[in-house]
């Protein structure tokens, strides 16, 4: 069971990057998933999430209208989308599945603690 991430690296403020994360092992489409992120010195934050019942989507203030999650259940694959970065975006973005819980309430936000399966970790670095 695995959750291989790629597509962080350094980008200038207001440009783009898209996350990716495949699943290995076990099938995301009944699956909760969410992307978090932990920028230096600070805790490991939820950026946004998707309901694995009905697909409500939960979006971090600051990312709202910036980023978009989605997946691919063909393909196994979640992905964050992510525009018009700025500084403050700078950190470590994980993916994660819930594996206890629904782990991703929609509006009304997200249980960090109900997500049982992480990636690695990918680097995104915004700075001019």
């Known amino acids: 069971v695995q959750l291989v991430e790629s597509g962080g690296g350094l980008v200038q403020p207001g440009g783009s990057l898209r996350l990716s994360c495949t699943a290995s092992?076990?099938?995301?489409?009944?699956?909760?998933i969410g992307w978090f992120r932990q920028a230096p010195g600070k805790q490991r934050e939820a950026v946004s999430c998707?309901?694995?019942?009905?697909?409500?989507?939960y979006y971090l203030d600051s990312v709202k209208g910036r980023f978009t999650i989605s997946r691919d259940d063909a393909g196994n694959t979640m992905y964050l989308q992510m525009n018009s970065l700025k500084p403050d975006d700078t950190g470590v973005y994980y993916c994660?599945?819930?594996?206890?819980?629904?782990?991703?309430?929609?509006?009304?936000?997200?249980?960090?603690?109900?997500?049982?399966?992480w990636g690695q970790g990918t680097l995104v670095t915004v700075s001019s």
């Open positions: 998707e309901n694995r019942g009905d697909r409500a989507k």
């Open positions: 994660a599945t819930a594996d206890s819980g629904w782990g991703c309430y929609g509006a009304r936000g997200v249980r960090q603690y109900e997500y049982g399966y």
């Open positions: 092992g076990f099938t995301l489409d009944y699956k909760s």
